[in-house]
Structures are given as structure tokens and as C-alpha cells.
């Protein structure tokens, strides 16, 4: 997931479980495949000040790995012709897309947790900010709980379908829109914000057992509190910069759909 990394940035005590990388330049397209971005949006630049790991190493069956990074600055804009499609995700690659098994119950079970979380997003008509505080991911039991990780995945070995239950939380988010100088609008768009406090999303996933591949996906948000005010100006600004969106999704759409297999014909 590294571009920079070298011996002399990594600390790391093997017997203890702890390890420490500081200053990291992620891979933009390796994020970008795992993250299965749509082609009309791309990662710029991705940089992290300090990221520590722990691991228990008597206890991987019960007790989640956990990743801490401080704060993570991500740069991305928006293609107005769509970019290459995204290639095989690097965790699916680097398992050799083996089947669902110890290794992967360990990564899959994996708790992030991340101080600060700054999102820049550039395009033709617009710029947008997304500021996250303390978020943190972690898995959960299908009553949404914490607890022992053999209890976070549901099997089926008659399906080889196997559920698994993630929930993601963070407590402030802060979210800023403002019309570019260059932008062509039809009006003088006001910038828009948005200020929420402590929300979750709550994520379940559906995993093939032979290959570990996603095939579906729930995604339920939950927020505490929400209260936004817009005046006219600002909606009229919000509408114009979805439509300042919809020519290059339409595009990436359009792609996406050219690149689709053939469905198979069955003749009789």
C-alpha cells in the first residue's frame, strides 16, 4: 500500500506485536482498486504522519488486530472523461484469491482507528472537504455488539456464503462545498456546509467461501442529530454542483457497461 517505504521507517518489535511507520505515501491506484472507486473519480495523493499496530499474537482467534493512524490527508478529483478501470483488489491478490480461511478471518477482523481524516475532493465546477474525528472500524456480532471475533461471521457451508458484520463510527464530521473561480454557473453559488455530531454506519457483507469475492453489500447510516439549514442560494448551489457531476458519471456509467460480459445464451 506504501510508495516510500524504507528499513529506516520501520520500528517494529516482532515479539511484543507492536510495530510503528511514520510518514507513509500510500499507492493512490492500489486504494483505488480496494476501494472499487467509480472511474469518475480518482485519488491524487494519500499521506499519513504515523501509523502503530498491535498484535496479539496468542489471542488472533478471539481478539481483532488493531491499526491506529493519526491523521490521513487524501487528495482526489473528479475525471471528466473516465479514467482506467480499476484492477483486482490487492487483498484478493495477495492471497492468491484463496478461500475463506484463518489468514483471512484475521484481516478481515482487523480494528482501524483513526485520529483525523481530511478528504479533498477537486472538480470542474467545485470544491468539497470532508474532516473526520476519531473514526474507528470494528467488527460486531449480528446483534451489533462487540465481542469475541468467532462470533462476528455467520457460515453457510451449503450456500458457501459466509455473512460478516462491520460498524464504523467517527464523532464529528465536518463537510464543506464552494464553487470554483474558474467554474462557469449559472448563478453565484453560496458555499455550502454541513456540521453533524457522533453518527455510525453499520455494514454487512456477503463473502463467497471458495474465493473470499464481496457479492453483496447493506449499508444502514445512523446519526444522532441533524440539523441543516439551507437558504436558497445554497440550494440552488447544491444543485448545481450535482449537475456539474452528472455528465462524468454518465460517461464512467456508460463504460462500465461496455466493459460487462455478454450474458450467456443458452439455446434449445
Known amino acids: 500500500f506504501t510508495k516510500n517505504l524504507s528499513p529506516d ?68 478529483s473528479t475525471c471528466e472523461e473516465p479514467r482506467n478501470p480499476n484492477g483486482p483488489s490487492p487483498i484478493a491478490t495477495a492471497s492468491g484469491q484463496s478461500e475463506y480461511g484463518f489468514a483471512e478471518k484475521v484481516v478481515e477482523g482487523i480494528t482501524v482507528s483513526v485520529n483525523s481524516i481530511v478528504i479533498r475532493i477537486g472538480a470542474k465546477a467545485f470544491n468539497a472537504s470532508f474532516e473526520l474525528s476519531q473514526l474507528r472500524i470494528y467488527s460486531v456480532n449480528a446483534n451489533w455488539e462487540h465481542g469475541d471475533l468467532r462470533f462476528t461471521r455467520i457460515q453457510d457451508p451449503q450456500r458457501g456464503e459466509v455473512l460478516t458484520f462491520k460498524e464504523i463510527n467517527w464523532q464529528m464530521i465536518r463537510i464543506e462545498a464552494d464553487a470554483t473561480q474558474s467554474s462557469h454557473l449559472e448563478i453565484m453559488c453560496a458555499p455550502v456546509r454541513l456540521i453533524t455530531n457522533q453518527s455510525k454506519i453499520r455494514v454487512t457483507l456477503k463473502r463467497r467461501l471458495k474465493d473470499c469475492n464481496v457479492i453483496a453489500t447493506k449499508l444502514v447510516l445512523i446519526l444522532d442529530d441533524l440539523l441543516w439549514v439551507l437558504t436558497d442560494s445554497q440550494l440552488k448551489a447544491m444543485v448545481q454542483y450535482a449537475k456539474s457531476l452528472s455528465e462524468a458519471i454518465e460517461k464512467s456509467t456508460e463504460q462500465r457497461k461496455s466493459m460487462a460480459p455478454e450474458p450467456t445464451q443458452v439455446c434449445y
Open 9 to 76: 521507517k520501520i520500528n517494529l518489535s516482532t515479539l511484543k506485536g507492536e510495530g510503528e511507520l511514520k510518514n507513509l505515501e500510500l499507492d493512490e491506484e492500489v486504494l483505488q482498486n480496494m476501494l472499487d472507486l467509480p472511474t469518475w473519480l480518482a485519488i491524487n495523493k494519500v499521506f499519513c504522519n504515523k501509523a502503530s499496530i498491535r498484535i496479539p499474537w496468542t489471542k488472533l482467534k478471539t481478539h481483532p488486530i488493531c491499526l491506529s493512524l493519526d491523521k490521513v490527508i487524501m487528495e482526489m
